[in-house]
């Protein structure tokens, strides 16, 4: 491979706040470096301090080997992957990913494993899309961009490295990873990249199930789920993962799915990263159908169905779905989805009758049961008042759980 000089940006240009950079990343780069190595941030955490984001985790891309890393970061390091290792580094709240340097795909499996690594240039050549393929000097705050993503930052572009179309053929979720960062982002797609999407389209049911659903259910926690899913829909891959489901976005239920999803979304910004679960944003693909089946079996004709026979359309939804397609929910997802949806009944029994609360606040899934609930006062008005009186009833019984906790004959104040 020929070696190009790369672009380097400095801070008078790029203008990243290092207030957004994680102080222990910052502590292991330069650990790193003090012990003679390179070692730079790398892929969505540059990204995203370059466009003001503060990222969710930070990656590091080092030229010291797994074993050297695991020598200077001692008990702190575990090494893990078994062809390519990769160090984690472990913080009391956090993990930093470190990885060597490595080349790209091309690399044949029977090569002795020396080979693999590679320079920072073939490290950043590997990567998918150039806007994830910068580097960050901390010890001089440049950015160095062998792949053009600065500039494709600039003019908000989504680009592949390398030709699309082998890019994509090498790795189908790619294609997902694009949808999810013009969701995201809202940069558009370059033409020749989405020219490739079609021409690829059928490529993503070779790929691996769980790496598809890994992506879609990160893209459910992005925080654009709602436009994602659209984009999903609308280039015809949620035709080949989750057949039955896409079927159903086309119905009138169509609607009021993405209207969940866009109000989870609004919640997402209202409060930083992640403060939904997985089920809970499950549960936003799954409710209005449920709801909807509730009516048409039961309600029009004046039955109540009773907790059980909830549970029972609940997981046959689940089961119609996001099972059997091509990417299977895992169960524990499903299982605490399901729990939030018919933990929607509890709270508000269909009956109108009231249930013993303290037995509701003790289940496991009652904490997602309000998150969800408050989705749905987003959704419609009529559950703000609910949603309000409950949370304030929860509230108070933990805070009597502290006092009982606190007045009890074992408990210590200070322990140690
Ligand atoms: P997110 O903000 O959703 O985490 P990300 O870009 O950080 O987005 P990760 O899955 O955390 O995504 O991956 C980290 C980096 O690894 C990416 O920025 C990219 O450089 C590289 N990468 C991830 N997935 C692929 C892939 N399928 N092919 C090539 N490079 C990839
Ligand atoms: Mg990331």
Not at 195 to 206: G, N, V, W
Not at 249 to 275: E, M, P, W
Not at 349 to 374: A, D, I, Q, T, V
Request: net charge positive.
């Amino acid at each position: 491979m020929t070696s190009v000089q790369p672009k380097i940006f400095y801070a008078s240009e790029h203008g990243i706040d290092p207030s957004l950079i994680d102080p222990d990343a910052l502590y292991v780069l330069n650990k790193l470096r003090d012990a003679g190595f390179l070692a730079y941030l790398v892929g969505g955490s540059v990204r995203d301090l370059i466009v003001n984001i503060k990222p969710k985790d930070f990656d590091i891309s080092t030229s010291a080997r797994p074993e050297q890393i695991k020598s200077l970061f001692q008990r702190r390091c575990i090494l893990i992957g078994r062809r390519f290792r990769l160090a984690h580094i472990r913080f009391s709240h956090k993990i930093i990913e470190v990885s060597t340097f490595r080349t790209g795909e091309n690399v044949d499996q029977l090569i002795v494993q020396d080979n693999v690594w590679g320079t920072p240039q073939e490290d950043v050549l590997r990567r998918d899309f150039t806007i994830n393929g910068l580097f960050y000097d901390a010890s001089n705050h440049s950015i160095i961009d062998y792949v053009g993503g600065w500039e494709d930052i600039q003019h908000r572009l989504l680009r592949t490295i390398g030709q699309p179309e082998v890019r994509f053929k090498q790795d189908p979720v790619r294609i997902l990873r694009l949808l999810k960062f013009n969701a995201r982002f809202g940069f558009d797609i370059d033409a020749d990249t989405a020219q490739a999407i079609e021409t690829c389209h059928r490529e993503i049911l070779k790929s691996s199930p769980a790496r598809i659903l890994e992506e879609f259910l990160r893209m459910l926690e992005s925080g654009a789920s709602s436009r994602f899913l659209r984009l999903l829909a609308h280039y015809g891959f949620l035709n080949l993962l989750f057949p039955p489901f896409a079927k159903l976005l086309r119905t009138a239920h169509g609607k009021k799915i993405f209207h969940y999803l866009s109000c989870a979304d609004q919640l997402h910004h209202h409060k930083g990263q992640n403060v939904l679960e997985r089920p809970v944003l499950t549960a936003c693909l799954l409710f209005p159908v449920l709801e909807w089946e509730l009516e048409r079996k039961y309600l029009n004709n004046k039955k109540i169905p009773h907790i059980g026979e909830i549970t029972l359309e609940g997981s046959a939804l689940i089961k119609e779905l996001l099972i059997h397609s091509f990417s299977n929910f895992p169960r524990r997802i499903t299982s605490s989805a399901l729990a939030i949806m018919v933990g929607q009944y509890r709270i508000a029994p269909l009956s109108g009758k009231r249930h013993y609360r303290e037995r509701m606040f003790r289940n496991k899934e009652f904490e997602m049961s309000l998150k969800f609930l408050k989705i749905r006062a987003l959704v419609d008005e009529k559950w703000v008042d609910t949603y309000t009186s409950i949370r304030n009833q929860y509230r108070q019984f933990l805070h009597q759980g502290e006092h009982r906790h606190k007045h009890s004959p074992n408990h210590k104040e200070n322990p140690r």
